[in-house]
Each structure stands twice: as C-alpha cells, then as structure tokens.
C-alpha cells in the first residue's frame, strides 16, 4: 500500500509542471523520463538548510535533468560540479542546463575518480530500487570509502526502499558519524548529513 502511495504521487510530480512548480527547473526540452520522487524533494530541504553562497558542491549521479544543481545554481551563488554514470543522463541534463541558462561542469564519473577534492558539499540520492538492492548498499559503502576526507556528506534515502539500520549501520562502519537527520511529515525519505568523525 505505502509503495503504491509513493508511486503514485512519484508519477504526479514526475512532470514538467512540479519541476518547475518545485525546483524552478524548466523541463520541458528533456528528451529523457525522469523520476522527482521523495528523495529529490526532501534534499533540496537539506539543501536551503546547509549550503551557504560561495560554497562548492559537488552532485554525484545528477541524473537526467541534473534537477539539484540546477536549482542550486538558480537560487544561491554556489560553485557546482555535477556527474553521473549514465551517458544518456549526461546529454540529457546539458540540453535542460543550457535550456534553464545556467552553466556548470556535468562529467560522465563513477563516484569520486579522478575529482578535484576541494568540496564543501557532497550530495548523492543513490539508485535503490528496493530493500534487497544489494548493488546499492555496496555503492554506498564505496562512496563512504572513496571520499576525500573532510567533506560533508548529504546521502538521501526512501524508507520504502531502503533499510534505514542497514544505512545507519553501514555509515557507522565507515568511520563517519551522523551530524543530523532531514526529514519531513509524510515523506518516507531521510536525509542523512554526515561527516568522519
Ligand atoms: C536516484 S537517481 C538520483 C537522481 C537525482 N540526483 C535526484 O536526486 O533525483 C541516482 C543516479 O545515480 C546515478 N549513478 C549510479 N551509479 C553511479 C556512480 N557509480 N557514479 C555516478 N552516478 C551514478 C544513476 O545513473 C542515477 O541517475
């Protein structure tokens, strides 16, 4: 019943219309579906509560319509780089840049390899499809592993889809701890801000 809620309204602000309504993101030259669920909303949440002017953020799997570096660029004087795995995604988000005319880096990147480490912020929403997603907790691990010490770490996650203990857990081991918790009424999603102890 809850995955069927989630669904549903995914669908609903998966459109043009929310993306703007939301994230002042003009979407409509996107030749690529995109999904602005939960996740996507509650980190922008994170977002307005952590990221000053004139810090730099680095957005690890942007996705198709890069839609939080965009948004940053749009509404604070932030520094951002943005990457992803997907080539497709890649081409897709510079169409929606250029088309919101804003201008930062997307670079095709598997997590951290070869970056520049002089971030403030790093956020990843990572690709869960469900609780069982074993490719994806290990995606987290590394993450936690491969990055450069002293940056502060945004990681989002649906409840619906996601093992909150197993995250808790996973984010314990890695030697960081959590510093705060972003949540909201009715949103499954939890974002976790974190750095190493
Ligand atoms: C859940 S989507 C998040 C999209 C967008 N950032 C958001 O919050 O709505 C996860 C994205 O991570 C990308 N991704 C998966 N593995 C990655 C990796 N190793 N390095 C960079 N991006 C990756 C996927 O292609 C996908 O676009």
């Not at 922008?44 to 004139?54: E, F, I, M, S, T």
């Not at 520094?79 to 080539?87: F, Q, S």
């Not at 990681?155 to 197993?166: D, G, L, R, T, W």
Request: with cysteine; charged share 25%; proline share 2%.
């Amino acid at each position: 019943m809850l995955k069927f809620f989630i669904k549903v309204v995914t669908r609903v602000f998966s459109t043009n219309l929310f993306a703007k309504l939301l994230f002042d993101v003009d979407c409509s030259k996107s030749n690529v579906k995109y999904q602005i669920g939960f996740s996507t909303i509650l980190m922008k949440k994170a977002l307005k509560k952590y990221v000053k002017n004139n810090d730099k953020v680095l957005d690890i799997g942007t996705g198709s319509i890069a839609i939080h570096s965009i948004w940053l660029k749009k509404k604070l004087n932030v520094d951002v780089v943005a990457t992803e795995i997907n080539g497709n995604y890649i081409e897709n988000a510079k169409k929606v840049m250029k088309h919101n005319k804003v201008k930062f880096k997307i670079i095709k990147n598997d997590l951290f390899k070869g970056l520049e480490k002089n971030f403030d912020w790093v956020i990843f929403n990572p690709p869960f499809r469900d609780r069982e997603d074993i490719g994806s907790y290990e995606l987290v691990e590394r993450f936690l592993k491969e990055a450069p010490k002293n940056l502060k770490l945004m990681i989002v996650v649906n409840a619906a889809y996601v093992n909150q203990k197993k995250i808790g857990n996973i984010i314990k081991s890695s030697n960081y701890g959590i510093n705060d918790v972003i949540t909201a009424f009715l949103s499954p999603s939890k974002v976790y801000i974190i750095r190493r102890d």
